[in-house]
């Protein structure tokens, strides 16, 4: 019944080693978001995909990276983690206007 | 930008007593929505108010936006272990494809 798919929960690298976060859906929702939730913090938005438009945050770092190779499907890609990328990371979709829904999340943790 | 503000920040209830979660914003809400978030987990969605003045209830929980658009609140009743968690409004960042810009979330526990 999951809608929105993240794997894995939870996720351990090392500094500076790049690291993939997956997501998929179920509900053919044309965008898909990332965001970032570090502890007792609200999700901030990282960047989103209406249909096969990628649009970026300006306050989000180069570091961060995503595709989304067809609609049911995206990646987030952090090249050289650091210890401040230490955090869970939410997937959302949503069908433009209207209820949004998340995925379980990843937890990644740097050491 | 818009900012979200929430309050309380934390609220301890006893089992079967009322409480209120509030949010109020910089700006005129367009459309305001409530998750709710269990410890490491997910966000659920409770419920969407765009119009001034709206209520929306759903089992045991209620939520208003405000006429002038600038405030809502989240009413539960006879609360419940189960309500335990963290509240979370948000609110449509524009140009954003309808992402949505949050408040740092109310945690809420439940004792019995």
Redesign the interface.
Same mark, same amino acid.
Request: hydrophobic residues 40%.
């Given at each position: 019944d999951a809608m929105v798919i993240q794997n894995p929960r939870y996720q351990v690298t090392q500094f500076g080693k790049p690291v993939t976060l997956s997501c998929s859906q179920t509900l053919n929702h044309n965008v898909m978001y990332w965001y970032q939730q570090k502890s007792s913090q609200a999700p901030k938005l990282l960047f989103h995909y209406y249909d096969k438009d990628f649009n970026n945050e300006a306050d989000t770092p180069d570091n961060f990276q995503s595709r989304r190779p067809n609609t049911s499907f995206c990646f987030l890609d952090i090249r050289s983690p650091g210890l401040g990328d230490a955090a869970m990371y939410l997937c959302a979709t949503s069908r433009d206007i209207g209820q949004t829904f998340f995925g379980a999340g990843t937890r990644l943790s740097v050491l | 930008s818009q900012e /979200?503000e929430q309050s309380p920040q934390s609220l301890i209830v006893q089992e079967g007593k009322n409480l209120t979660i509030n949010c109020t914003s910089s700006k005129t809400l367009y459309?305001l &929505?409530w &998750?709710k978030q269990k410890y @490491?987990? *997910? /966000? #659920? =969605?409770l419920m969407?108010l765009q119009k001034g003045g709206e209520e929306k209830s759903h089992e045991k929980i209620t939520a208003k936006l405000d006429e002038k658009k600038q405030q809502s609140s989240l009413h539960i009743t006879a609360s419940q272990p189960s309500h335990a968690g963290i509240y /979370?409004c @948000?609110a449509? #960042?524009p140009h954003? *494809? &309808?992402? /949505?810009? =949050? +408040?740092? +979330?109310t945690s809420l526990l439940v004792t019995p």
């Open positions: - | /979200l459309g &929505y &998750y @490491g987990e *997910g /966000l #659920i =969605f969407m /979370l @948000g449509d #960042i954003s *494809g &309808y992402a /949505l810009n =949050f +408040g740092k +979330g």
